[in-house]
T-cell receptor, first 108, second 114 residues
Framework: QQKVQQSPESLTVSEGAMASLNCTFS??????FRWYRQHSGKGLEMLVS????GEKEEGRFTAHLNRASLHVSLHIREPQPSDSAVYLC????????FGDGTQLVVKP | EAAVTQSPRNKVAVTGGKVTLSCNQT?????MYWYRQDTGHGLRLIHY???????EKGDIPDGYKASRPSQENFSLILELATPSQTSVYFC?????????????FGSGTRLTVL
């Protein structure tokens, strides 16, 4: 079964500094990758989806995919305190598997 | 915008009691899902449905039942609740299915079983 692992478990950055989150997956046939954000006590909000190697930008959020390395990352440009949340990586072929998440704290 | 509503937001139940968690979506999506979220396990799929009248087992279905009486509503039922089922439960709806599916999540139900 697909294994999805995220790192780091937690990350603290200063407002305006780039935040980088990582996700590795085990199934090389995976073809769909999404990053979700979850504010405390809330549901999940999709930020960006990517289907092919390279990068995909959605506003301040950029996903990078390297399927040969089984790795997808999320970079947040100019993070703000309101970006403080848990970020979840979701990977699929067919069914969606989630990582455990990275807790991001953005300090003013 | 896609809307998924869960009720209740919080629930305290006793061991051995019956618990029903409800989910309503106004997206007209065929697919609906129930996940639980626990520290160290991420989101795990319990049951899902492809449409009214259908329910399928996910990765951790033991101890749970599901009911999809209509396109809009999908319930998760714990017939005999146990403390190990203390968790946060999320409902989601989606369309297209498979790897192309985008899921829309509710705000979650925090269940505590004493």
């Amino acid at each position: 079964q697909q294994k999805v692992q995220q790192s780091p478990e937690s990350l603290t950055v200063s407002e305006g500094a780039m935040a980088s989150l990582n996700c590795t997956f085990s199934d090389g046939t995976s073809d769909n990758f999404r990053w979700y954000r979850q504010h405390s006590g809330k549901g999940l909000e999709m930020l960006v989806s990517i289907f092919s190697d390279g990068e995909k930008e959605e506003g301040r959020f950029t996903a990078h995919l390297n399927r040969a390395s089984l790795h997808v990352s999320l970079h947040i440009r100019e993070p703000q305190p309101s970006d403080s949340a848990v970020y979840l990586c979701a990977v699929s072929p067919n069914r969606i598997f989630f990582g455990d998440g990275t807790q991001l704290v953005v300090k003013p | 915008e896609a809307a998924v509503t869960q009720s209740p937001r919080n629930k305290v139940a006793v061991t051995g009691g019956k618990v029903t968690l409800s989910c309503n979506q106004t997206n007209n999506h065929n697919n609906m899902y129930w996940y639980r979220q626990d520290t160290g396990h991420g989101l795990r799929l319990i049951h899902y449905s492809y449409g009214a009248g259908s329910t399928e087992k996910g990765d951790i279905p033991d101890g749970y039942k599901a009911s999809r009486p209509s396109q809009e509503n999908f319930s998760l039922i714990l017939e005999l609740a146990t403390p190990s089922q203390t968790s946060v439960y999320f409902c989601a709806s989606g369309e297209l299915g498979g790897s192309a599916e985008t899921l829309y999540f509710g705000s979650g139900t925090r269940l505590t079983v004493l």
